[in-house]
Each structure stands twice: as C-alpha cells, then as structure tokens.
C-alpha cells in the first residue's frame, strides 16, 4: 500500500532514513541538504528513531564517523553539498577502499569559486573517481526510491562499496510535490538488517581496517575494488526489479523516453530530464523524431548499455551539469562518446554544458538544442563539439 | 493538460515562501499535482525573493523557473518600483496586490498590462484578526480567490486543519489566521 504524500526532496530523504532507522548520522549542515540533518534530528528528539546522531565539527569528520562506524559493523548514514563533500575527498577514497557501504545523500550544488550555493552536478562530479555508486534522481520520488535501493545495492557481498543518492539542490532538494511512499513495514523488510560478515566489534572474527598496503597486495585490492563496481551493475538491476515488484515504479540504469525512432537525443541527469522530457512531447506532437536519456547510475557507468540505446540515433547533444575543465567536454561527455566508440555506426555527437551555479533551463533551453541537432542531421556537419549554453557572452551563441 | 502557474514575489521575512508551499498544500489536498518552490539567493530579510506553483491535473516534470505566469501575487507594494513584476503575465490571468489603494490606481504601474488587475489590504486584515503584521495568509487567500485554482470552501476546511497542524503548539494563533482568510477571502478588490 503506498501513501500519497506532498514533499520536497529533502524531506523525502529523511522520511526514507526514518523508516530505515540506520545505527548511526553522522551530521555537519550545509546547504542545501540541510533541512536532511535538520528534519532526521527532530526524528531523534521524538524518538521515532534508534540512531546515534552525532553532530561533529566538519564533514571531514561526518565521513570519518560513518567509516568507524561502519566499520564496526554498523549501519551509517550522512548528507551533504558542494564544499562539505569536497571536504570529504580524502576519506570518501578511505570509505569505498575499506568496502564500508556508507549511503551518502548528496543534495547537489556548485562548487566554490566564486561562492554559490545552487545547483549544479561540480560536487559529485568531482568525487566521480573516488570509488563510490552514483544514483541520480529527477525529482523527490526518484530520490526517495533510489535511497531505499541505495543499502540493498551497496551492502550486497558481491559489492560492498559506498553509495551516494544525489538529487538537484533546491530544484528538487526544496520543491514540494506529490510523491508516493512506501508503509513503515515494507521499507523494513525491502532494505533489511545489516549483518556484515566481519566487522572490527562484536564479531568472532574480527576484521583489521586500514592498515599500510604493501606494493605487493595494493594493485590486487584496487583490482578488488573494480571488480566490486562492474558486480554492482547486476546488483543494482536485481534491486530495482524487486522494488518493481513491491511499487510498481521501474528503475534501471537509465531512463529512455520516446527512443523508439529518435534521431536526435538528449543524454542529461538530474532534474532538467523532467523539464526536457516536456520538450520531446511538444516536439513529437510536431512529428520531429526526438527522444531523451535520462543517466540515473553514473557510476558504474553504463557503457555498453547506453552505446545500445544510442546506436539507431542520428545526433547526439549530451547536457553536461559540471565544467571538468578538460578543455574538450564535461565528465558526462566523455563518458557517453568513450561509450558510442565501438559502434559500428557511430551518432554524431556534441556537449552542452549547462546550468552552471543554477543557471535556470527552461524547455525553451531543450529546443534550441533538438535545434541544433536537427541542424546537425540536415547539413551532416557537426559544427563546434564542445558548447556552453545559457550565459551572457559576446561569443556567437553555439547552441 | 490544464496547467496553473503562479509567481509570487516578496521580500525575505514576509512568508511568500511559506504561502508558495501552503497553497501547494491546499491544492495537493483538493486531489491536484503541485509544486511549490522558492528561487534561492543571498537571501537576507528585506531582499526580493521569488516563489512559484504549478497546479496541475497530471505529474508536471518541468523544472524550470516561471516565465509565463498565469498569475502574479506581489506581497510587498514597493516591490513594483524595483522589480518587474508583470513579466511574461498572461494577459488572461491577473496580478494580486497587496496595497490599501484600488486596482485603478495601481494599473499605471504596471507596465501596461491589460489583464484583471486585484489589490488587497493585507496590512489592515492581518493588524485587525492577529494584532500583527504576517501578509502570508490574506495573500493566500486572495489568491485561492482570484485564480480559483482551489474550490473556496474546500479551501477553507483544509487551511483549518493545516493551520491546526503548523500552530500545534500555539493554538492561540489558529482562529486569527482563519479570520484573517476568510475576510481576505471577502474583502479582495477586482478591477
């Protein structure tokens, strides 16, 4: 039985850490996630929750409490944004490297320089390498499911890696919106109790963590550790099929709207899916063949899987939220086009770097970039590769 | 797809946030799809804000700002000098004011927009039912008034128990918000 509720994101976050009741929250606030902390607190204070809160002095510190936390054989949950996850850089490798299944939920914002507290996807783009599951939503539904996936996926012995749950600070982190929740009970049963095989406290067999690695076994556990992040794609298709079966709401790797016959497609994350998924109906009520890939798993990355939706497409405008200052196209970008290499007939394919510190993209943005696509496929010339799109520039506009 | 859009604008500390997710609440409790969200920047108490609602009849995915409002509610009067409120309003809709003047004398500072011009005295309603000075709840009210995107009676019903809920700890303040609606309810100004 679902509950129909209005949410913003980030409520929809904690309502799904309060019906999970984790050990330990580790929390240091900052915008925008945290109204996550804030709304989990009053849980503690009401006692509708068993979890330690402990309010530490940084979010070097929140990601360092999970992993002892964790790493005794607990189950820990933290939040965060911009600055506090890059605070975290360093231990962020530790959690993923020491396998300790920390759930991270990221409400995403832009990164300082200069200082902005909106959306854009710098943060968790640039913790890309770092060794932790990536899930995206579009909005406080997908970010409430895919937290409730977010454990089952992370804790399977076949992955045992961290997992971050982000979701677009303030457009969704602050929108209220209808939203369907599961009971109490069914979260119980569908994310289950954490029972780690070895753990440092409590267990017949305790687990060292983090001791020197040696130039004969650091290259095996690294390899270890890629290894645990290819066995996360079976994983994380086998827990959505399940929470198909208790809500009925699908969940893959990615979304494909209207793909059937596109010829031209948008590959974007997040929120803006929603906004371009709207274009593609006005569009396809015109009879253009446009269609949309929404990435909700960055990491892993889904190669193979995204090179077979996009291989029937003319061109390709991927929408990258973060600037990797790669000189040549944002993280998205790169990965999707690496991706398309070995298909036998390759899309033309372009960047779009977009909504930078949130910079607004309304469906207005998504047609000028079917626009340029159409263009792409009626003149069979790409023009410039890598374009931004949206700011004040005295530039001739590529997009 | 029957879509209602609104924009409101404010000034920190006035509640525009708080009346944008209210009636987000009330037409989520009438059976309808919403959002509700504010623009974030520097805020401090005093600055312009922005708030915005899509009320609609199926899921809206857009994510965008507004920039076709059907309607407009301006909580802070002086706004009108330093912002241009009426931008991209629908000429089939309206703006909502709230000021002690009429619709008539306000509609030179408009722009020249052509549609229903709606004025409010949220000052007096909210002095005479709460003995203070919170514009949110009449400026609810007259926009659930103007725009219809919520039955009136049903609104009502629901903005009790909501108020019920939010003042939980503070009962004292439930009946002045509810007089302050419903004589908003009453007293907003068409022209």
Redesign the interface.
């Known amino acids: 039985m679902s509950v129909r509720e ?1 949410l913003s994101g980030n409520e929809a976050i904690a309502h799904a850490m309060k019906q999970i009741d984790p050990d330990v929250f580790a929390a240091f606030p900052i915008t ?1 996630s945290t109204e996550i902390p804030q709304y989990f607190a009053q849980y503690v204070a009401d006692g509708k929750v068993g979890t330690e809160f402990v309010t530490v002095e940084s979010e070097h510190s929140s990601m360092s409490t999970c992993i002892g936390a964790e790493a005794a054989g607990a189950r820990a949950i933290t939040a965060t944004s911009s600055c506090g996850l890059a605070y975290m850089y360093e231990v962020l490798y530790v959690a993923a490297s020491m396998r300790l299944p920390i759930v991270m939920a990221v409400a995403n914002r832009a990164l300082t320089g200069p200082i902005n ?2 959306n854009d996807h710098s943060d968790s783009m640039g913790a890309r390498d770092a060794g932790w599951i990536q899930l995206y939503a ?2 406080n539904q997908e970010a409430y499911d895919n937290y409730l996936q977010a454990m089952p996926i992370g804790e399977d012995e076949s992955v045992r890696l961290p997992v971050m749950v982000c979701q ?1 600070g ?3 982190s ?5 939203i369907e929740l599961c009971e109490d009970a069914e979260v119980k049963g569908f994310v289950g109790e954490y029972h780690p095989e070895n753990a440092l406290v409590g267990h017949e067999n305790p687990l060292a963590v983090g001791p020197y690695d040696t130039c004969p076994y650091y290259m095996e556990h690294k390899v270890q550790q890629a290894e645990a992040m290819k066995n996360a794609k079976a994983r994380i298709l086998k827990v959505a099929s399940d929470f198909e079966k208790m809500t009925g709401r699908k969940y893959g790797f990615f979304e494909e709207y209207r793909m059937e016959d596109a010829e031209a497609a948008i590959v974007v994350i997040g ?5 371009a ?2 274009e593609v109906d006005i569009l396809r009520e015109q009879g253009k063949k446009v269609g949309m890939i929404k990435v909700r798993v960055f990491r892993p990355f889904p190669a193979e899987e995204l090179a077979a939706a996009l291989s029937h497409v003319k061109a390709v405008a991927v929408m990258d939220k973060s600037e990797g200052f790669a000189a040549d196209g944002g993280p998205l970008f790169h990965e999707v086009r690496s991706a398309c290499y070995d298909l036998p007939q390759r899309p033309m394919m372009i960047d779009v770097v977009f909504g930078l510190g ?1 910079r ?4 207005t ?1 998504i047609e000028r970039v079917y626009n340029r696509l159409f263009k792409m496929i009626e003149t069979g010339e790409v023009g410039p590769v890598y374009n931004h799109m949206g700011q004040r520039d005295l530039r001739e506009a590529t997009v | 797809m029957s879509m209602t859009e609104i924009r409101w604008h404010g000034r920190g500390g006035q509640g525009a946030k708080t009346a944008c997710l209210l009636l987000a609440d009330a037409a989520f409790a009438s059976g309808k799809y919403v959002q509700g969200f504010p623009e974030y920047g520097p805020e401090r108490m005093g600055a312009p804000i922005t708030a915005y609602n899509r009320i609609s009849d199926t899921r809206c995915t857009i994510h965008s700002n507004i920039y076709t409002p059907d309607y407009v509610v301006v909580v802070d009067e002086t706004l009108l000098k330093s912002v241009d409120v009426t931008a991209g309003l629908k000429e089939t809709g309206a703006i909502i004011i709230n000021s002690e003047r009429s619709p008539a004398e306000l509609r030179p500072l408009l722009n020249g927009y052509k549609g229903k011009v709606c004025t409010i005295d949220a000052r007096k309603i909210s002095e005479e039912a709460l003995g203070r000075y919170f514009p949110n709840t009449p400026m609810l009210a007259a926009a659930v008034k103007v725009s219809g995107v919520v039955e009136p009676e049903r609104f009502v019903a629901d903005m009790r128990a909501s108020f019920g809920h939010k003042f939980a700890t503070k009962p004292q303040v439930i009946e002045g918000n509810m007089k302050a609606l419903q004589t908003a309810m009453m007293e907003v100004k068409e022209g």
Request: proline share 4%.
């Open positions: 209005r925008p507290i909106n579009e909005n677009d303030f457009i969704t602050h929108a209220v919106e209808n929120s803006t899916a929603g906004t998924r709207a949130g607004d993209c309304a469906t943005d």
